[in-house]
């Protein structure tokens, strides 16, 4: 069971949906990305740094262990066309919309 949950967002625009989530501390070999049958999810492992005889530690706020995020998105997206990057702790998941699944105007005949 994942110890904690990274946080997320989830915009969209008329080309794409964006997912933008917050791993700090973390390399993006510890990060896995999978599309499967309409569900994005995101899992990995934020690792606790060794702790050190040396050091007291007052306060530990931050998640650490393994997490798991799964994301429905909608019909239109194009789960084939999906690119992900990671930087300064943030991973951004760009998810194309479908071609066909782009809004035209239909003409609207009189009777």
Request: charged share 35%.
């Amino acid at each position: 069971m994942p110890e904690w949950t990274p946080l997320a967002d989830i915009t969209e625009d008329e080309n794409e949906y964006i997912i933008k989530a917050e791993l700090p501390d973390m390399k993006k070999e510890d990060v896995k990305v999978t599309v499967e049958n309409g569900v994005l999810t995101i899992s990995g492992e934020h690792k606790f740094e060794k702790e050190e005889k040396k050091k007291k530690y007052h306060r530990i706020e931050r998640g650490y262990g393994t997490f798991m995020r799964s994301f429905a998105l909608p019909d239109d997206a194009d789960f084939n066309n999906v690119n992900a990057e990671f930087k300064d702790g943030v991973l951004t998941i760009h998810v194309a919309k479908s071609e066909h699944a782009q809004p035209k105007q239909i003409e609207v005949k009189v009777a």
